[in-house]
């Protein structure tokens, strides 16, 4: 079963083709790595599925709803975390995790006992009444992604979530994606550390607008007959011809 | 349920986001506060105390008295009584007065007798508001002089003009600046707040984390704006107390039509932050934005300072679209004339018609910006 299904989906700002007939679909609990280099339309492929922005033709699915006629279906079933910090540094732990519940329509007891049992697992159940600023980065991005999967919605997208933190909380970081990959929730993570993206069941490459290649880490290094996923970049980047 | 719960989660953060930031909220709160007090004591157009030399050539009971009226009063000091009236030049120059007076020989022969009986007034008009305000003390000094010395000669068939000075008999200036600090202090407040609390989620990216969710734009937009809205309506107190109790000017119309008409202006400030919001990405710009387009208008445009009337006319064209200007009118006639609902209907439609345009159109730039 597919949580997302897209076709031919394309984007115009004027004459400018930011996305350009994209088409692919990602697997329930599969975690996708969607790579490119700046301004190879991620991000606007990106908000594109999230009902941020309307697609200029195409279609899409997501958690299966319709991109242009049920967006708001589809918000109602997603998270995300955007590059920056997505939480509010003035408010505390709790305070931010009980805003984005309610948002998502949790109900209050409910997220209550829910607060307590996800930072007891992530190891902050001391930190609940902490003011997120004076948090560690590396702390504030952890807790972040799980505010963004704490209404358990079908997929959850990051866009490069492990900016500016170091190796070690980035390798926890990803073990919190495992984990809730195998609770079946759908990851859809860009990224600029080519060495993540080895750690994705599948990797997509944008180029000028284009998806260029698409597959296992496995199988693109054997057909751009790389040793690297850094190296099949490479290769790809290169054709580019749009500047950022 | 799911939808209130959502909203008062909202407004909650909001007003979190306002009482962490200890530094904002003294600037809130401390703001009227502080520029009651300024403009109530240290920046006033009165005069009070100003330097007189009097070159009194008589010396006789006519200009004795007048002399003595003058320096009784608060308004004048009298320093210099030189010799010559040349000697008038030199203390202008060295700024020792800012007012002289000169009267004619045989002051006193000259009023009973020939009636050519001359006084010169010569003010340093280098500040021509305060010259002419000094004059017109003066003036009004010897016009009372003059009726008092005609009473005693009995001299029939004379017109004595009686002037009052109507809704603020002792000309202070706070019945002029109180309307223009509302105006400043909720236009500051509404515009300039709103729009830096909208952009600084714009700017931290939590606004794309929002807009991403099930939450509606026009949920988040509305959520911003109640706790400015109660913080204003906490100055808007501070300020009407301030100025009935410690400077003294009251609320002589009806208090219900002033709240109502601040109201009316508070809203058309905060549509104006939600649209400036709209328009930039950075709060720097937001704050220059409001600090140029809106402060800058109500200091000079709405007659808080500069008399309107006296204005070229493309200014004065101008000015018509400051709504600051038609709340300050609202207020003179609301609070300080005291005068009836249907005197502001005009500033009240006004202002309405504004609060209108302006939610409609910032609201719809907002949309346009998501898609």
């Known amino acids: 079963m597919n949580t997302i299904e897209v076709h031919e989906l394309t984007k115009k700002f004027g004459d400018f083709t930011a996305v350009d007939s994209i088409s692919f679909d990602v697997a329930t609990g599969e975690v ?12 606007t492929a990106m ?32 998270g995300y975390m955007s590059q920056k910090f997505s939480l509010y540094e003035d408010l505390k732990v709790w305070e931010n995790i009980r805003l984005f519940a309610g948002i998502y329509g949790m109900e209050n007891r409910l997220i209550a006992t829910k607060t307590d049992e996800m930072l007891h697992r992530l190891g902050f159940a001391s930190e609940k009444n902490t ?21 358990e919605p079908k997929i959850v997208f990051l866009d490069e979530p492990t900016g500016g933190v170091d190796p070690i909380t980035r ?43 698409l597959g296992t880490p496995k199988q693109l290094k054997q057909q751009f007959q790389a040793t690297s996923i850094d190296e099949v970049f490479r290769k790809l980047a290169r054709k580019a011809v749009r500047n950022e | 349920m799911g939808k209130t719960q959502q909203f008062s989660a909202f407004i909650k953060k909001e007003f979190r986001h306002i009482f962490r930031d200890r530094r904002s909220m003294l600037i809130l709160l401390g703001m009227p506060i502080i520029q009651i007090i300024l403009f109530g004591f240290a920046i006033t157009t009165e005069v009070k105390n100003a330097q007189v030399a009097v070159f009194d050539p008589s010396n006789d009971i006519a200009t004795q008295r007048i002399i003595h009226r003058l320096h009784a009063s608060e308004y004048f000091h009298i320093a210099y009584y030189p010799n010559h009236p040349e000697d008038i030049n030199q203390l202008f120059q060295e700024g020792k007065i800012q007012l002289a007076i000169l009267f004619n020989d045989h002051f006193d022969q000259r009023l009973k007798h020939t009636g050519d009986a001359s006084v010169q007034l010569l003010a340093d008009a280098t500040d021509p508001n305060q010259a002419s305000i000094m004059v017109g003390y003066a003036s009004n000094i010897l016009a009372a002089f003059q009726q008092e010395w005609m009473q005693e000669c009995r001299i029939p068939l004379q017109i004595i003009p009686e002037i009052r000075m109507l809704y603020n ?88 039509w002033l709240v109502i008409v601040s109201f009316l202006f508070i809203t058309v400030a905060l549509s104006l932050g939600i649209l400036i919001s709209t328009i930039v990405r950075t709060q720097v710009a937001a704050m220059l934005i409001s600090g140029m387009a809106l402060m800058m208008p109500v ?37 300080i004339e005291g005068l009836a609902l249907r005197f502001v209907l005009k500033e009240f439609a006004i202002l309405a018609l504004m609060a209108l345009l302006l939610i409609t159109v910032s609201l719809k730039k907002f949309k346009v910006r998501l898609s």
């Open chain 1, 171 to 213: 390798r926890q970081f990803w073990e919190l994606i495992y984990q809730a990959a195998h609770r079946g929730i759908t990851l859809f993570v860009t990224t600029h550390y080519m060495d993540e993206a080895e750690y994705c069941n599948r990797i997509s490459m944008m180029v000028d607008g284009r998806i260029e290649a």
């Open chain 1, 131 to 151: 003011i997120v600023k004076t948090l560690p980065l590396g702390w504030k991005q952890k807790l972040a992604f799980s505010v963004s999967i704490f209404h």
């Open chain 1, 47 to 78: 908000r594109m599925l999230c009902g941020l922005s309307k697609p200029s033709s195409g279609q899409g699915r997501v958690a299966g709803f319709d991109i242009v006629r049920q967006p708001e279906q589809i918000k109602k079933n997603i």
């Open chain 2, 169 to 256: 008999p002792q000309m202070k200036g706070a019945y002029n600046f109180v309307p223009g600090v509302m105006g400043l202090i909720l236009m500051l407040i509404c515009a300039m707040m709103t729009s830096i609390a909208i952009v600084r989620e714009k700017e931290t990216g939590t606004m794309e984390v929002l807009l991403a969710s099930p939450i509606k734009p026009g949920y988040v937009i509305f959520s911003k704006v109640i706790p400015y809205f109660s913080l204003s309506v906490v100055n808007l107190i501070t300020i009407l107390l301030l100025s009935v109790f410690v400077l003294g000017v009251p609320v002589s119309g009806s208090l219900f």
């Open chain 1, 32 to 43: 996708l790595g969607f790579l490119g280099a700046n301004g190879a339309g991620k991000t």
């Open chain 2, 299 to 335: 200091m000079l445009l709405s007659g808080m300072i500069f008399p309107v009337e006296n204005m070229p006319l493309i200014l004065q064209g101008l000015s018509h679209i400051v709504p600051a200007k038609w709340f300050i009118l609202a207020v003179k006639k609301l609070m």
